[in-house]
């Protein structure tokens, strides 16, 4: 076997810690987990709690300053272990980045912090029943009315659906535009008009909530518009 340079001491380090975590903190409850359909809030606030969440954000928004092999060693603890609802990776890796390179800094100090100590779960949300990775193709619209914009449509297959505090949208707000008329809001799934539909039922990923979104006449201020409106 050749043997792995790309990871020193300190992560090492760092993985048996996550290792141990994951040993004592999920794998004595994920029975229960695929069970229920998610894992518990209180993993994601300790996980938090500990920097295993957003790892890679610098450390004036909550995170370590981290390069992504730490959370290269998250992915591969949590697949060793054999855990299938844990959304770390999407959650610190795919809807931070986002905030951090297109958010306003009023977003960024808003939420990132909030993120990474797991008080807030994030997920994104582009699948719709009629549309997957053709984003063109997506019906949920965002019309610009004043200093907001109003959200309507559905999504489908939404990971940490469920859990989640806050989405990143997926919207259309210049269907004549074709891709360029798409653009992204921070949505949080306390406001009104916001609605979270069935935990759907999967082959695998059991304990992984795969939510169903719904969106009528939701008010999203402008300032939470994170790509082009």
Not at 64 to 93: K, M, N, P, Q
Not at 154 to 180: M, R, W, Y
Request: charged share 25%; glycine share 12%.
């Amino acid at each position: 076997m050749i043997p792995r340079t790309l990871f020193d001491a300190d992560l090492e380090g760092f993985r048996d810690s996550v290792r141990k975590f994951l040993e004592q903190e999920a794998a004595p409850y994920h029975d229960q987990w695929e069970k229920d359909g998610q894992v518990s809030r209180e993993l994601w606030q300790k996980a938090g709690e500990l920097g295993f969440l957003c790892p890679c954000l610098p450390e004036e928004f909550g995170g370590v300053g981290a390069d992504f092999r730490y959370s290269a060693v998250l992915i591969e603890e949590v697949a060793r272990a054999g855990l299938t609802g844990i959304g770390w990776g999407l959650h610190s890796d795919i809807v931070a980045p986002y905030v951090l390179n297109y958010g306003s800094d009023e977003l960024k100090k808003y939420y990132l912090p909030k993120l990474a100590s797991g008080e807030m779960i994030g997920a994104i949300a582009m699948t719709e029943p009629g549309a997957g990775s053709d984003l063109q193709g997506v019906k949920t619209t965002a019309v610009k009315n004043g200093d907001h914009y109003v959200l309507n449509g559905s999504k489908t297959f939404i990971t940490n659906g469920q859990l989640a505090d806050v989405v990143i949208v997926v919207a259309k707000t210049d269907p004549k535009e074709g891709a360029k008329g798409i653009s992204l809001f921070m949505v949080e799934t306390a406001w009104e008009g916001f609605e979270k539909g069935q935990n759907l039922n999967k082959v695998g990923m059991k304990a992984q909530d795969t939510s169903e979104l719904f969106f009528q006449d939701v008010k999203v201020p402008e300032k939470n518009l994170i790509g082009p409106g």
